[in-house]
Antibody, heavy 120, light 111 residues
């Protein structure tokens, strides 16, 4: 069974940093592209970042470009999101999700999410 | 880049069919067959229902179907059931610098 478990969320002050992790199990992590998607409280979904299976291709949403860094460790079956210069508008539940092997761009296997709150 | 446009709410009675639209542009929905749909129940993580316009993942009911015409994609749910009541989001790949877009979400109410 595909399982993705996010962690690392919490309360951080504006301008601060946080590193999120996503632990994968139940599938061959190294063969799948991965994404981070977030959802502000009571709001809709927002795509944040994408990383290919070999880390050769990386994309960011304009809203986080230059502040967030996505990375992965295939040996540890883990996905990361380093978030710097955090703003109040970054407050959200952050989900990791993989791209299905037979899809060009979609998201499956969502974890339960980890809540990031940016507030003083 | 603006989000994809979805109706805020739709409703239907059990057994009926409903359709949710998702309107984008020639840079996203109209340019790629990479439209997907997600179901989200309150307090739960989203679930992939349709990928690449019209494909259903294993385990998703065949009551759910997707299509696309020009810059507008659609999700149709036939034989509405009470458990279909949820928020639904569309998503598309885009050639813009942002790459990934979601719609604002549609709340489905089963009357």
């Amino acid at each position: 069974e595909v399982q993705l478990v996010e962690s690392g969320g919490g309360l951080v002050q504006p301008g601060g940093s946080l590193r999120l992790s996503c632990a994968a199990s139940g599938f061959t992590f190294s063969t799948y592209s991965m994404n981070w998607v977030r959802q502000a409280p009571g709001k809709g979904l927002e795509w944040v970042s994408y990383i290919s299976s070999s880390s050769s291709i990386i994309y960011y949403a304009d809203s986080v470009k230059g502040r967030f860094t996505i990375s992965r460790d295939n040996a540890k079956s883990s996905l990361y999101l380093q978030m710097n210069s955090l703003r109040a508008e970054d407050t959200a539940v952050y989900y990791c999700a993989r791209v299905p092997y037979n899809s060009g761009w979609s998201f499956e296997g969502w974890g339960q999410g980890t809540l990031v709150t940016v507030s003083s | 880049q603006s989000a994809l446009t979805q109706p805020a709410s739709v409703s239907g009675s059990p057994g009926q069919s409903i359709t949710i639209s998702c309107t984008g542009t020639s840079s996203d929905v109209g340019a790629y067959n990479y439209v997907s749909w997600y179901q989200q129940h309150p307090g739960k993580a989203p679930k992939l229902m349709i990928y690449d316009v019209s494909n259903r993942p294993s385990g998703v009911s065949n009551r759910f179907s997707g299509s696309k015409s020009g810059n507008t994609a659609s999700l149709t749910i036939s034989g509405l059931q009470a458990e279909d009541e949820a928020d639904y989001y569309c998503s598309s790949y885009t050639s813009s610098s942002t790459r990934g877009l979601f719609g604002g979400g549609t709340k489905l109410t089963v009357l």
